[in-house]
């Protein structure tokens, strides 16, 4: 008897290392993306709540540049455009451009999450004689940290997917992985049914600890009322 669908997951013992070695990049990548988005971030949301007319100016035009253009124009503007001035590897371009576009999702985050923050704590810090500077890092970002943290989770998410555009620059991450082996085993469904498992695993364990750290951080706000 015929099966009703003509592919063989019989392969996939055998290309399991490939395909774990692939996620790891695919981890990696996304967290350095967003290790960078998150200081990048952190910067031009501070920027854009500041009284400097510069700072307010220049992180205003980032976000407002990186969020109207897509991630694939940046990624080629890193590592097809600069080539005229600097030469960048596809590994570490990818992580620029991931950083660079989370960068400015991250930075609305933040700036909603310290807009939160009630004035008067900022008042009262000031009243007390600490500087403005100070009251924002011992006071009023701690706070804003733990606002954020359900919001920071689902970039995060969003990066590890985005992270996929990297296969354009050649990066043997999940998706050219899985492509590859597409390409020499012509088995192209099923290579691209296993990446398409191994994003769902990833993403699910990823949104599972986000609301896990989020609960933690419900708890860890009431113990402190």
């Known amino acids: 008897m015929e099966h009703i669908f003509p592919w063989d997951f019989s392969v996939i013992p055998a290309k399991f290392l490939l395909f774990r070695d692939a996620a790891l990049l695919t981890l990696e990548i996304t967290t350095l993306g967003i290790l960078t988005g998150l200081v990048l971030g952190l910067i031009a949301a501070l920027g854009t709540i500041s009284r400097n007319k510069v700072a307010h100016g220049v992180s205003s035009a980032y976000i407002f540049l990186i969020r109207g253009t897509p991630l694939l124009l940046q990624l080629f503007i890193i590592y097809y455009g600069l080539t005229t001035v600097v030469t960048i590897p596809p590994f570490p371009s990818a992580i620029i451009a991931l950083g660079v576009h989370n960068g400015a999702y991250i930075a609305e985050i933040f700036r909603g999450s310290i807009q939160s923050i009630h004035y008067g704590q900022m008042e009262a810090a000031r009243s007390l004689g600490m500087p403005r500077r100070k009251?924002?890092?011992?006071?009023?970002?701690?706070?804003?940290?733990?606002?954020?943290?359900?919001?920071?989770?689902?970039?995060?998410?969003?990066a590890l997917?985005?992270?996929?555009?990297?296969?354009?620059?050649?990066?043997?991450?999940?998706?050219?992985?899985?492509?590859?082996?597409?390409?020499?085993?012509?088995?192209?469904?099923?290579?691209?049914?296993?990446?398409?498992?191994?994003?769902?695993?990833?993403?699910?364990?990823?949104?599972?600890?986000?609301?896990?750290l989020e609960k933690r951080l419900r708890v860890s706000d009431r113990d402190q009322i």
Not at 138 to 156: E, M
């Open 135 to 158: 009251a924002m890092r011992r006071i009023i970002l701690p706070q804003a940290f733990k606002r954020a943290v359900p919001s920071l989770g689902n970039q995060f998410i969003i």
């Open 161 to 212: 997917k985005d992270s996929s555009l990297a296969s354009t620059i050649a990066v043997p991450e999940l998706l050219l992985k899985g492509r590859q082996l597409g390409s020499s085993t012509f088995m192209y469904m099923e290579m691209l049914i296993i990446v398409a498992i191994w994003y769902l695993i990833m993403t699910s364990v990823l949104t599972i600890g986000v609301h896990r």
